[in-house]
């Protein structure tokens, strides 16, 4: 009997502390979870010190001011830059605006032109034919067919004097002249070689450097380029 009687006072203990202990559990597991939100709501004064006065997608702001649109001389000018950057990648060249950029545009769509003697066309061109063609499309000068004869229609100019448009001429040893191309820049020319087509070479390759006679300057395209500086003076004033 006495037995008994412990083992229901066990019972009835054990019971009790179940009840007590449960709601105790829970208690923890709710201010856990409280925990979170509590220290988010704490962030939030300092978020809102740090964000935008004028973010469009924040209730009860102003969206900032529009950039206003290019203007048709930004506009020309982004395009000439993008033109410049261009023709600098496909000519290797290092290349400021006041380059001549009709030039310029039409030795690139000559790059890659196969070579073929007697030729001046796009479908294949030589040396002289290419010279021709370029002279005739940029400055409207036609300019006589071989290279020996161009030579003898151009002023001489000392190398350390060439400017873009010139021509340099090229013969082996004390023969005559058999080849022919215009001078770019930085010491580059666009020719049509016999083992490559039209291309951009250097005079500082030792073929070249070689074989480079002198440099011609067309009176025509340098009297253009003096009335185009003088213009250019003129409009800066």
């Keep these: 009997m006495k037995n008994s009687l412990l083992y229901c006072l066990a019972a009835g203990s054990l019971a009790l502390s179940f009840f007590f202990e449960r709601p105790a559990d829970a208690s923890a597991a709710s ?37 206003p649109a290019p203007t048709p001389a930004e506009l020309a000018a982004s395009r000439d830059s993008l033109a410049y950057h261009y023709y600098a990648q496909t000519l290797g060249l290092h290349l400021s605006f006041d380059e001549n950029k009709d030039l310029l545009r039409t030795v690139t769509d000559w790059i890659g032109t196969p070579y073929s003697f007697g030729s001046n066309s796009r479908r294949g061109t030589d040396c002289s034919g290419f010279v021709t063609r370029v002279f005739r499309e940029v400055y409207g000068i036609t300019l006589q067919r071989s290279s020996r004869s161009m030579f003898g229609t151009t002023q001489r100019v000392p190398k350390a004097e060439m400017q873009t448009g010139d021509l340099v001429f090229f013969r082996r040893g ?13 010491g580059k020319f666009a020719h049509s070689a016999c083992n490559g087509g039209v291309m951009v070479s250097s005079l500082n390759q030792p073929y070249y450097h070689h074989n480079f006679y002198a440099a011609g300057r067309v009176p025509a395209v340098a009297a253009a380029a003096t009335r185009a500086a003088e213009a250019l003076m003129a409009r800066a004033e």
């Design 174 to 186: 004390k023969g005559p002249i058999y080849h022919v191309g215009i001078y770019l820049k930085d």
């Design 31 to 67: 201010r856990a979870s409280v925990a979170p939100v509590a220290a988010e709501a704490s962030l939030l004064p300092d978020l809102m010190t740090v964000l935008p006065a004028n973010d469009p997608t924040l209730p009860g702001t102003t969206p900032a001011a529009e950039k």
